[in-house]
T-cell receptor, first 116, second 114 residues
Framework: GQQLNQSPQSMFIQEGEDVSMNCTSS?????WLWYKQDPGEGPVLLIA?????ELTSNGRLTAQFGTTRKDSFLNISASIPSDVGIYFC????????????????FGKGTKLSVIP | ETGVTQTPRHLVMGMTNKKSLKCEQH?????MYWYKQSAKKPLELMFV???????ENNSVPSRFSPECPNSSHLFLHLHTLQPEDSALYLC?????????????FGPGTRLTVL
């Protein structure tokens, strides 16, 4: 099956620093998604990317859909304590014709810790 | 609050018990999902329901039995589980199966099997 390699596995940063994380795959995807999971909660969708090369921002978060369709990047600028959590990438591959076959694959997550 | 609720939030059960997890979504969605989340592993998709019909069963053992009586409710019936089944079980919903990307997750049920 399809697999996503998400890195780094964990990060410790100082408040105010910028953060970068990425996901790569040997397979292509039609959609890339980034989720954040707080302790004791389910993942929450942060950014969805639908086209190769697309760059999308959500506040201090910026994500890009790689031009090869095999990777994606998430950047967080000027980190704050509430940014702590686990960030997951996910890739969706599916056919848009007929019933199609849709498969959403998740990375293992990047655990972010912010030191005040 | 994502519009997807799960009960119970925590569950401890023995291997001979039978229990059920419940998920309810208030978003008017037509697709619902069960995922298993174990430490240091990617989210594992277990079951997909689209318009109340099960469309995917990712080789899940029969000791897990899903039920979807309507588009708003999803259950996961558990019986004779093993300790390795201990995990966070997440429910999610999306507009339909094509809208898998924009899934809304519930808070999860933390299951411990003794």
């Amino acid at each position: 099956g399809q697999q996503l390699n998400q890195s780094p596995q964990s990060m410790f940063i100082q408040e105010g620093e910028d953060v970068s994380m990425n996901c790569t795959s040997s397979s292509i995807f039609n959609t890339w998604l980034w989720y954040k999971q707080d302790p004791g909660e389910g993942p929450v969708l942060l950014i969805a990317l639908y086209k190769a090369g697309e760059l999308t921002s959500n506040g201090r978060l910026t994500a890009q859909f790689g031009t090869t369709r095999k990777d994606s990047f998430l950047n967080i600028s000027a980190s704050i304590p509430s940014d702590v959590g686990i960030y997951f990438c996910a890739g969706l591959y599916g056919s848009t014709s007929g019933a199609g076959s849709y498969q959403l694959t998740f990375g293992k997550g990047t655990k972010l810790s912010v030191i005040p | 609050e994502t519009g997807v609720t799960q009960t119970p939030r925590h569950l401890v059960m023995g291997m001979t018990n039978k229990k059920s997890l419940k998920c309810e979504q208030h978003l008017g969605h037509n697709a619902m999902y069960w995922y298993k989340q174990s430490a240091k592993k990617p989210l594992e998709l277990m079951f997909v329901y689209n318009f109340k019909e099960q469309t995917e069963n990712n080789s899940v053992p029969s000791r897990f039995s899903p039920e979807c009586p309507n588009s708003s409710h999803l259950f996961l019936h558990l019986h004779t589980l093993q300790p390795e089944d201990s995990a966070l079980y997440l429910c999610a919903s999306s507009q339909d199966k094509r809208g898998q990307g924009t899934q809304y997750f519930g808070p999860g049920t933390r299951l411990t099997v003794l």
